[in-house]
């Protein structure tokens, strides 16, 4: 059995490493999207303003994607470092696609930023212009087949248990792709990569419009980012509404931590707009309701009700006991695969086998035979993720999402009205609001992840059964050097990207593209002109 301080710090290490990743990844989902969109407009219409405008963007999206790709790698190599039970469990769906991703996605994605950025001299603006939009098309397949493999995760469905191998094996790829949780999960993410990149872009080109440097293409890129991004929040939200939905039904207590729960209500149900909840005590230690307004936002009716904690520990208890005779036929089969009387009790318990694997983790020497109610009340708590936590994450990110969209709402108005430079004040919050974004979108990521405790596999993989083996010393010093090597990497790209902001546009008008020393580098009548000039 795997120590419980080694699973924490497995997951520790995890963790920081995904929200390290996604740092990058959405910056990278929505701004390559807002450069096709300039060079769309570059393109049909003929304006030099906004070929320079997709150049300083694409040059911005390669430092960005460079460090991200770094990132990713690494995270993904966790799997077999760290949790290589889950790797050996869901290896023939998840690997499945995650390999899809990569040959797809990735490849693409990868292989075309290269030219987008450098082939500007070397593709007709036609051509050019497929290249970007294929640049933007992998990136987000690359999203959608990791939130399609992150949502079996979520809600497993498309692969059968098999109880002598211990493997989750694909049986409908179909319906492992068209997961509802995926779908939803996907929109949402997405569009919150495209609000990322529209309140960065606002935010630089409010920075140029304050020092009065490159007006042409920071009043131009505000106007696009403003417009991309109101549609985008809008999006966002909606999409959030419908995901609480989709969840509502597939994670019952991920719900409960996000409402912080406890105890069953009558509808309409209120909602907790602030609350201190106590896991130990099992309720809020103060709160804050407004009436009604729970029923409605997740039933969509005033006559809707959520189970509470106490009803799903008590719905645990039961699968719990339900699930200890599948582990049980589960261990004779791996003596006797063919043994039919452990394989009709297996069938009989499969449904709840999860629940069985949770409750081994307080089993004596993890002999099932020997647990006792005591434990099988400790095992039914833990399926209440960490309330507080969950509970404060998902009320930062709404409040974020609103603030953004008030700020959209006031930035589009400005800029269509061609008012925004009037308005320093507001563009000094514009760069302000920089930082908005990443935090909604890692607050979303602690609400999906520590939702879904203690499950790898939501009721399927509990998650002290999924990790490796390793030494506590060997995980403290995986762990820091995790932290410190992406730390290295976040200093890199906030160097890399304030040197290139600093820099600007090059070719655009007061910019140093004008100087000509940077023309030599791609016009070699321009290195004569200079050599002239300087004689």
């Given at each position: 059995?795997?120590?419980?301080?080694?699973?924490?710090?497995?997951?520790?290490?995890?963790a920081?490493?995904?929200?390290?990743h996604?740092?990058?990844?959405?910056?990278?989902?929505?701004?390559?999207f807002?450069?096709?969109?300039m060079?769309?407009i570059?393109?049909?219409?003929?304006?030099?303003?906004y070929?320079?405008?997709?150049?300083?963007?694409?040059?911005?999206?390669?430092?960005?994607?460079?460090?991200?790709?770094?990132?990713g790698?690494?995270?993904?190599f966790?799997?077999?470092?760290?949790?290589?039970?889950y790797?050996?469990?869901?290896?023939?769906?998840?690997?499945?696609?995650l390999?899809?991703?990569?040959?797809?996605?990735?490849?693409?994605?990868?292989?075309?930023?290269?030219?987008?950025?450098?082939?500007?001299?070397?593709?007709?603006?036609?051509?050019?212009?497929?290249?970007?939009?294929?640049?933007?098309?992998?990136?987000n397949?690359?999203?959608?087949?990791?939130?399609?493999?992150?949502?079996?995760?979520?809600?497993p469905?498309?692969?059968?248990?098999?109880?002598?191998?211990?493997?989750?094996?694909?049986?409908?790829?179909?319906?492992?792709?068209?997961n509802?949780?995926?779908?939803?999960?996907?929109?949402h993410?997405?569009?919150?990569?495209?609000?990322?990149?529209?309140?960065?872009?606002?935010?630089v080109?409010?920075?140029?419009?304050?020092?009065?440097?490159?007006?042409e293409?920071?009043?131009?890129s505000?106007?696009?980012?403003?417009?991309?991004g109101?549609?985008?929040?809008?999006g966002?939200?909606?999409?959030?509404?419908?995901?609480?939905?989709?969840?509502?039904?597939?994670?019952?207590?991920?719900?409960?931590?996000?409402?912080?729960?406890?105890?069953?209500?009558?509808?309409?149900?209120?909602?907790n707009?602030?609350?201190f909840?106590?896991?130990s005590?099992?309720?809020?230690?103060?709160?804050?309701?407004v009436?009604?307004?729970?029923?409605?936002?997740?039933?969509?009716?005033?006559?809707?009700?959520?189970?509470?904690?106490?009803e799903?520990?008590?719905?645990?208890?039961?699968?719990?006991?339900?699930?200890?005779?599948?582990?049980?036929?589960?261990?004779?089969?791996?003596?006797?695969?063919?043994?039919?009387?452990?394989?009709?009790q297996?069938?009989?318990?499969k449904?709840?086998?999860?629940?069985?694997?949770?409750?081994?983790r307080?089993?004596?020497?993890?002999?099932?035979?020997?647990?006792?109610?005591?434990?099988?009340?400790?095992?039914?708590?833990?399926?209440?993720?960490?309330?507080w936590?969950?509970?404060?994450?998902?009320?930062?990110?709404?409040?974020?999402?609103?603030?953004?969209?008030?700020?959209?709402?006031?930035a589009?108005?400005?800029?269509?009205?061609?008012?925004?430079?009037?308005?320093p004040?507001?563009?000094?919050?514009?760069v302000?609001?920089?930082p908005v974004?990443?935090?909604a979108?890692?607050?979303?990521?602690?609400?999906a992840?520590?939702?879904?405790?203690?499950?790898?596999?939501?009721?399927?993989?509990?998650?002290?059964?999924?990790?490796?083996?390793?030494?506590?010393?060997?995980?403290?010093?995986?762990?820091a050097?995790?932290?410190l090597?992406?730390?290295?990497?976040?200093?890199?790209e906030?160097?890399?990207?304030?040197?290139?902001?600093?820099?600007?546009?090059?070719?655009?008008?007061?910019?140093?593209?004008?100087?000509?020393?940077?023309?030599?580098?791609?016009?070699?009548?321009?290195?004569v002109?200079?050599?002239q000039?300087?004689?």
């Open positions: 059995m795997v120590d419980d301080l080694v699973v924490d710090l497995s997951r520790l290490q995890f920081a490493t995904a929200l390290y996604f740092l990058f990844v959405p910056l990278t989902l929505g701004l390559s807002i450069i096709a969109v060079e769309t570059y393109v049909t219409t003929g304006r030099e303003v070929r320079h405008m997709a150049q300083f963007w694409g040059k911005l999206l390669l430092i960005n994607f460079a460090l991200g790709v770094a990132t790698l690494t995270m993904e966790q799997f077999g470092m760290n949790w290589s039970y790797s050996s469990f869901v290896g023939d769906t998840f690997g499945t696609l390999a899809v991703e990569g040959l797809m996605a990735f490849f693409m994605e990868s292989t075309f930023i290269g030219l987008m950025v450098f082939g500007w001299n070397r593709l007709s603006k036609a051509q050019h212009l497929v290249v970007t939009y294929l640049v933007a098309l992998g990136s397949l690359s999203a959608l087949w990791i939130l399609v493999a992150n949502s079996f995760m979520q809600h469905q498309g692969a059968v248990f098999n109880p002598v191998t211990m493997r989750m094996e694909l049986s409908s790829f179909s319906a492992l792709f068209f509802p949780d995926a779908q939803a999960k996907f929109v993410t997405v569009l919150a990569g495209y609000v990322t990149a529209a309140i960065f872009v606002c935010g080109s409010a920075f140029y419009m304050l020092r009065k440097r490159h007006m293409v920071a009043r131009r505000f106007r696009v980012a403003s417009l991309f109101v549609l985008g929040t809008a966002v939200l909606t999409l959030g509404d419908a995901l609480g939905y989709v969840g509502a039904h597939t994670q019952p207590s991920k719900l409960v931590a996000m409402e912080a729960l406890w105890t069953a209500e009558e509808a309409p149900m209120a909602f707009a602030i609350a909840p106590s896991q005590e099992e309720r809020n230690l103060w709160e804050l309701q009436p009604a307004l729970l029923s409605i936002l997740v039933t969509h009716s005033l006559d809707g009700t959520l189970p509470a904690a106490d799903l520990q008590e719905k645990a208890k039961v699968r719990i006991r339900n699930g200890v005779p599948a582990v049980q036929a589960m261990q004779r089969l791996s003596s006797d695969p063919h043994d039919p009387e452990a394989l009709a297996f069938e009989a318990h449904a709840d086998v999860g629940y069985g694997l949770l409750v081994q307080y089993a004596p020497e993890g002999d099932l035979t020997r647990i006792t109610d005591a434990d099988v009340t400790r095992a039914a708590k833990d399926t209440i993720p960490e309330v936590v969950i509970f404060w994450s998902f009320r930062v990110m709404v409040a974020a999402g609103l603030l953004m969209l008030g700020f959209f709402v006031m589009v108005f400005l800029t269509l009205t061609r008012q925004v430079e009037q308005y004040r507001f563009l000094r919050f514009t302000w609001m920089i974004p990443f935090i979108c890692e607050a979303g990521w602690i609400v992840e520590m939702g879904r405790q203690p499950w790898s596999v939501y009721e399927v993989l509990p998650t002290w059964l999924a990790a490796s083996t390793h030494s506590v010393a060997y995980m403290v010093f995986s762990v050097g995790f932290i090597l992406y730390t290295i990497f976040i200093v890199i906030m160097f890399l990207m304030l040197r290139a902001i600093r820099k600007g546009p090059e070719g655009a008008e007061g910019g140093p593209g004008n100087d000509p020393t940077l023309r030599v580098a791609v016009n070699p009548a321009a290195a002109s200079h050599v000039s300087r004689s």
